[in-house]
Each structure stands twice: as C-alpha cells, then as structure tokens.
C-alpha cells in the first residue's frame, strides 16, 4: 500500500503485557513505507525493551521527559509537531485517565497534550478495568475532545478472564492507520470554502455597522478541514484570530466584498457560510465623518445575501451548500425556514441568547437540519470539537 509512504507516526507505547503487539504493528508500518519514532512509558519498558524497538522502527527511541540529549536533538513540542499521526497502543486505563485529565507527567503525556495532529488509542486492559465507570467517563470525555478508539476486542485474556479489553491485532490497526491516509489523500483532492467573522457596513469613514461575531466556529471549520485533507479557503471579516499558514486566508470587511471574493474562489466541493453577514447597509455612506448632532436619521437598504446567491446559482454552486442561522429564540422554525428559503443542504443552528455558546464563547452547541428533514444535536463542547464533528459529517456526505 502506497497510503503511508514517507508517512510519519509517533508510535507511543505503553505499560501491558499487549506491549508485545507493538513490535509486530511497527514491522508492518515500515514495511509499507512509514516513518517511525516511539515513545516507550517507564512501564512498557517492563515488557519490550528499547532496542527491540529502535531495530524495528530505525528510529529513535524517546522515553524520559527530562533528558539533555532529548531536548536538544528534539523537545516534546517538536517532536509532536513532526508526526503526521500519534498512535497510542496499547493505551492503558492509567494512560487513559491520565489524557482525560489533561496530566502532562510524562513524555507521553506531554507530548500529546502539546500536539495538534490525529490521535488514535487502542485500549488494552482487563475487562473488568474496560467496564468500568471511571473508564467510560474517561473514554466520553477523550471521544468528545476527537480521540479516535481502534477497538478493543473481545477474547481471551493474559489473566485468564475473558472479555472486551483485549487490544486489535497489529494487521487490524494497521488497516486503521492506513485507511486514515487514504481519505486524506481522498480529501486532498476537495475544495474547500469557509466564510467567518462579522462583516461591517460603513456609515462614514469611522463608523460602521457590524455585529458580535468573533468568527471562532468558522476559523475552527476551516481548521478542521485542512487537518482532514481539503483543500481550504478562508474568507474572513474583521477577526482578531491566527489562522495556519497552509489555509489560504482572505481578509475581507464588507458583505459585498465577501460575495466578491466568495465567487472568485468558487467552484468548491463544499462552501460552509458561518460569516455572520450584516442584513443592511447604508444606503448612501457618507464621505466625511458626520458631526455630533442631537440625532441622526439613517437611511438602510437590505444587504447581498451571499448564502442564497451561491445556493441559487447552478453554475457556481458546490455540491454541499451548508449555512448558519445564529438565533435568540424560535431557532427550530427559524432555521427551518431558512433551510427552504436559503436553498442550501444544510443549516446549523445555535442560540446566541444563550451567553455560554453565543459569540465569542469557545464552546458551542448547535443543531444540524438536513434538507431530507432531518436533524442532529451535537451536544455542548469546544467549537473546535463541534467543528471536527460537522467535518467528519461533510466528508460522509461527500463520499
């Protein structure tokens, strides 16, 4: 298989007589091409040890945190910011709980805590340590912050019980790591387009009209796009938010210029309009600023709707169309209303009167309605985890 060529993967293994299956997954990852570094726990060094690893991977072996010769040839950042993917295997209960937790006592720990990459685990533990309370809430918690599970299966164990909580076979998790590359290069093949942030409509050259977006739901789109391989543009009003250098990012303030730079950059497979485009603008803006007066009448007209123009146009129009109805009350009919008369596939709803996922939160908690007339609830979280899930429900759609 050709998915995994010059593919790089940070193989973090830990403490478990499943430690032993490392070995093996490791051989079929540089048989097919991979680039392999290990971590190895203190603990998993009780049942493999360093050398057997660094034959098999030809690559380094890291294991203690605080070491000179470590952090100087590459420090925990570095070294998760080099690989393409992390995979954790086994991924122990005490490894487990430890991530949930956000603990960085480790290398391992450290370093996935720092990373911004794909993480997979491939649970291994007894089943009784499986089933749990504490394992579930764990495993919810890394699920909801994009963990992805590889397993485990269920069968006979090393302690004789039998089980889920026997860790995947290495050709199983092999599979996993290769299907993930093959819907990258899949997706690498996807264009993109994300519109974000507020957009402002002058009165005079000092004052404007905008709203409360801070464009955060729309820049974690975009983001998790790129990471699952589209190729992403970003149309953005006035935001004080970084974006990846790889994202190609276009700085916009007016709703105009937004529709203008939106046709530029169509045709797309998918365009996600989340921009929070003003309704009106003035209808004469005034060239000199206006002088402090007892009041001021101001004449407005009804802005471009951006979302309609593209959804109505057959010859620019993506094959998935999705917009955003940010609303403070009847959001159900609101966005269904908006979903028939926008033309689009789908609308994402979110009530903004609600001050913990309204503008500017960092948490969000929306409403996906299909244009089949369904709907979906994802659940409160982090904008970039509610993003994650919108992407891996576009790339479904898409595929």
Not at 108 to 135: C, D, F, G
Not at 328 to 348: G, S
Request: net charge positive; charged share 25%; hydrophobic share 35%.
């Amino acid at each position: 298989m050709k998915n995994l060529i010059d593919k790089k993967i940070l193989y973090i293994i830990c403490g478990g007589i499943s430690a032993y299956k490392s070995l093996e997954t490791i051989r079929l990852f540089k048989r097919n091409g991979a680039e392999i570094k290990t971590i190895l726990t203190n603990s998993a060094k009780e049942f493999i040890t360093p050398l057997s690893v660094a034959s098999l991977s030809q690559g380094k072996v890291y294991s203690d945190l605080f070491s000179v010769e470590n952090e100087s040839e590459m420090d925990h950042i570095a070294l998760s910011r080099w690989a393409d993917v992390i995979l954790i295997a086994p991924a122990t209960a005490n490894t487990i709980s430890k991530l949930a937790q956000g603990t960085s006592d480790d290398l391992a720990s450290t370093v996935v805590l720092a990373s911004n990459k794909e993480i997979y685990l491939a649970p291994a533990m007894n089943v009784r340590m499986w089933e749990h309370q504490s394992t579930k809430q764990n495993l919810k918690k890394l699920i909801n912050y994009g963990y992805k599970l590889i397993g485990p299966e269920i069968g006979e164990m090393a302690c004789g019980e039998y089980g889920e909580g026997k860790m995947t076979e290495p050709d199983k998790i092999f599979y996993e790591i290769n299907n993930y590359f093959l819907n990258l290069k899949k997706n690498k093949k996807l264009k993109a387009l994300v519109t974000a942030g507020p957009t402002i409509e002058y009165i005079d050259p000092v004052r404007f009209i905008t709203n409360k977006s801070s464009g955060k739901q729309g820049y974690e789109i975009a983001k998790s796009l790129f990471k699952k391989g589209f190729n992403t543009t970003l149309i953005s009003g006035p935001t004080n938010l970084k974006i990846d250098n790889s994202i190609k990012l276009i700085e916009v303030e007016t709703a105009d210029e937004m529709l203008l730079e939106t046709k530029k950059n169509l045709p797309a497979d998918v365009a996600v309009f989340s921009a929070a485009v003003a309704d009106f603008k003035i209808n004469k803006k005034y060239e000199d600023k206006i002088k402090k007066q007892d009041s001021l009448n101001l004449n407005l007209k009804k802005n471009v709707d951006i979302l309609s123009y593209v959804s109505s146009h057959n010859s620019m129009r993506p094959d998935l169309v999705i917009g955003f109805a940010a609303e403070t009350d009847n959001i159900e009919n609101n966005a269904e209303k908006k979903l028939n008369n926008k033309n689009c596939d789908w609308i994402i709803a979110n009530d903004v009167s609600n001050k913990k996922i309204g503008f500017n939160s960092d948490f969000n908690e929306v409403t996906i309605h299909y244009s089949n007339k369904n709907k979906e609830k994802l659940s409160y979280k982090k904008k970039s985890q509610i993003s994650d899930e919108i992407v891996d429900r576009i790339i479904n759609q898409l595929n």
